[in-house]
């Protein structure tokens, strides 16, 4: 007998109905001994999710206004879900204890973490498994950083007292105690430490898509799924916008060298997309590319410096001064004398003028280049590698959709060929790289 850990998202924990699929999937195999969940998600469109109620509390409550409404929607809805299900939690203790903590102002962190909190009292009750508090186990220090090694030990002891058992996901907590969480999404970070804690043959995270697709589906008709893919491969993919799993989720479950599995609970035979070390072959015919993704808005400072080659620090320098802004650097293709800065829009706002100035007094360029409103788009594979004329297949394609292509970046691995796009051809360049390498199989 094994373990295995299943992580069911928002999706999967956001009504009665669907919490019943989730105990018939984990009844199913006796090795699903560890489960953590999310705060319920949406049940229809136009539906909220829990933890986007919980933050407008916390709003409202800085805000001195009213949030009794918004509470009582909440509390109405995990009541609901423990009449549907004929198990007694004791939510109305729980809730009684959490407003009365709403009144003292408590931290945003402490007030988003009840969802998953209540979520995890509620499944464990219809399972029949213990419930364990991720406070206290997935452990930050006083400055909200994960401490990796101590969370996998405390993980360790106190799930080997418990047989089978339920934690929320998401959160965790500091040394004083408080409540820590992680960005959105975190559940599924959750669930891989607590998979690398206990030695876990697989981690399960089970959402509402049968695993990974090959390209968006709102870009891509019908997009082909991917049956196996290396974490590496995946990590490029997630970063770069693919988000069926947290890209932070990759990390503990590499880490043990512990697979990945991506499955579908309203869909639980299909055997979704498994995410390993080893890469797959794509063997003779195959197709080349495990997948595309990208994001838009993306700015690109490119400077231009005769002799910068042999300017000793210029990259130096020139670094240094995004340091000091405490923005983040996306890419940096460079040439002989010109080097170019990719940045999130995001990360620059208002500050660009005061970069700029900055990189004429301080670098001296002889000449500085600013695109805005561009996109990034990732085509992945390890395979491309051994492939001779990937480059000339996508820029053929590229060429032939009309699209221009304003900055090529290929990492040393030669497993990703990153491009830069303008906005407005991102959609077109996407069907067209999906179009040359998949359905040219």
Not at 273 to 296: H, L, M, N, R
Request: hydrophobic fraction near 40%; charged fraction near 25%; proline fraction near 4%.
């Amino acid at each position: 007998m094994g373990t295995k850990v299943a992580k069911f998202g928002g999706s999967s924990v956001a009504d009665a109905i669907q919490i019943e699929k989730t105990r018939k999937i984990i009844e199913a195999d006796p090795d699903r001994r560890y489960v953590v969940v999310s705060a319920p998600g949406k049940r229809f469109d136009g539906d909220n999710k829990i933890t986007d109620l919980l933050y407008l509390c916390k709003a409202q409550i800085d805000h001195n206004a009213p949030y009794d409404q918004v509470f009582q929607v909440i509390h109405d809805r995990f009541m609901a879900m423990e009449i549907s299900l004929g198990v007694s939690v004791g939510l109305a203790g729980l809730f009684d204890g959490i407003r009365a903590r709403l009144r003292d102002d408590p931290s945003e962190d402490y007030i988003a973490s009840r969802g998953e909190y209540l979520s995890a009292a509620v499944v464990a009750a219809y399972l029949g498994y213990d419930f364990v508090d991720a406070a206290g186990l997935i452990l930050f220090d006083k400055k909200g950083r994960l401490l990796q090694d101590e969370t996998a030990a405390a993980i360790g002891a106190e799930l080997s007292k418990h047989r089978n058992a339920v934690l929320p996901g998401f959160y965790g907590s500091r040394p004083d105690g408080s409540i820590k969480t992680f960005s959105r999404g975190g559940s599924d970070i959750t669930g891989a430490l607590v998979a690398g804690a206990v030695g876990a043959d697989v981690y399960e995270n089970w959402t509402d898509v049968s695993g990974f697709l090959m390209a968006d589906p709102r870009i891509v008709k019908n997009p082909r799924s991917i049956g196996r893919i290396s974490y590496i491969e995946l990590r490029e993919l997630s970063y770069m916008g693919a988000s069926v799993l947290h890209e932070n989720a990759i990390y503990p479950a590499r880490k043990a060298n512990i697979p990945i599995n991506i499955r579908n609970t309203n869909e639980p035979d299909e055997p979704g997309t498994v995410i390993t070390a080893q890469e797959e072959d794509a063997g003779e015919g195959g197709c080349v590319i495990k997948g595309v993704a990208g994001s838009k808005d993306f700015c690109v400072i490119a400077v231009y410096k005769n002799m910068m080659s042999v300017e000793v620090g210029f990259i130096r320098r020139l670094l240094s001064i995004f340091e000091e802004y405490g923005i983040p650097i996306e890419h940096i293709p460079s040439g002989v004398d010109t080097v170019s800065i990719v940045l999130a829009k995001k990360h620059v706002e208002d500050r660009l003028p005061d970069i700029l100035e900055d990189f004429e007094r301080r670098l001296q360029p002889d000449s500085i280049e600013v695109f805005e409103d561009m996109a990034l788009i990732a085509t992945v594979g390890k395979g491309m590698a051994a492939r001779p004329g990937v480059s000339a297949t996508m820029f053929t394609a590229l060429y032939e959709a009309g699209v221009n292509i304003r900055m090529i970046d290929q990492g040393s691995s030669e497993m990703n060929i990153i491009i830069g796009v303008e906005n407005k051809d991102f959609e077109t360049a996407i069907r067209a790289i999906y179009g040359a390498f998949v359905d040219a199989v």
